[in-house]
């Protein structure tokens, strides 16, 4: 029985599987959060993972009661991260979780977020080759004392190839998604917490020929920050007061991506100093 232990946002989370594969997934999705078997702080998380030979019927077993079953190895990956992000959402409350990219550059960090499909990780992916150091490529958790933006360095999540930045061979492909390992991201991986300075709101268009950035008033900032967030509903005011001291402190945008080098560029611009 292979065991992994993970230490995220400070707590412990240990995953076993008798399968070698599986084994595998978990390394390549989760390596920057592993640390040695040897440590004895208690697990707040245990997961049991189950696969038959064929790779047909995939089992997610957590703290021995809740299971949670697949067909595929992408809809598996998605269950297992889904179900970790929750959970450490309730045992972290005190952060306020955006559904987003979280970037730093020059000591700040840069969070990317927007509706589904508008092309973040494309425009994440861009800015990795482009000098931005990576932090979550879909999670950012905003400390709101601080003010700071706590790193979730899992792998990079890709729905399609991206233009321009050819993926490496080691990326994890499934019928889904495409998730980079952080030993193999062109940048380095960040492992410490940064200031929160600027959010964009990514859409992308095709009909779009440059791209360009609007900056949000306040309401308009704290609107999309409350609607991307995750865990609203475990702050005061259902999340509101939260949303709004995020976008009192920070630059918010509209990006209207093109394309991704000249998107890249205009992004870069911000971060001139």
Known sequence: MAQQLLRIFDKQILIYSESSYLHSLVEKNYSAFAIQITDTSPCCLTYELKVNDS?????????????????DVGMF??????????????????????????????GQVLVLTGRSGAGKSTTTWGLLNSGFNYL???????????????PYPHAVCLKKHPPLYPL????????RTMHVPVESLPSFTCLESFPLTKI???????????????????AEACMHI??????????????????SKIAAHCECCR??????DKTCEIIENLFQV
């Open 55 to 71: 790779l047909s019927e995939f089992e997610i077993i957590r703290n021995d009661s809740i299971s949670l079953k697949s067909q």
């Open 77 to 106: 990956v998605y269950q297992l991260e889904k179900d970790m992000t929750i959970e450490l959402e309730k045992l972290c409350s005190s952060l306020f979780f955006m559904h987003g990219a979280a970037l730093e550059k020059n």
């Open 136 to 150: 979550s490529d879909e999670l950012a958790p905003i400390n709101l004392e601080s003010m700071e933006v706590t």
């Open 168 to 175: 490496p061979e080691n990326t994890l492909k499934t019928k």
């Open 200 to 218: 964009l709101i990514v859409e992308f268009s095709e009909q779009n020929m440059e791209p360009g950035l609007t900056k949000l008033s306040q």
């Open 226 to 243: 409350y609607t991307n967030g995750l865990n609203q509903l475990a702050h005061d005011n259902d999340g509101l007061a939260a949303a």
């Open 255 to 260: 990006l209207d991506a093109a394309q991704l």
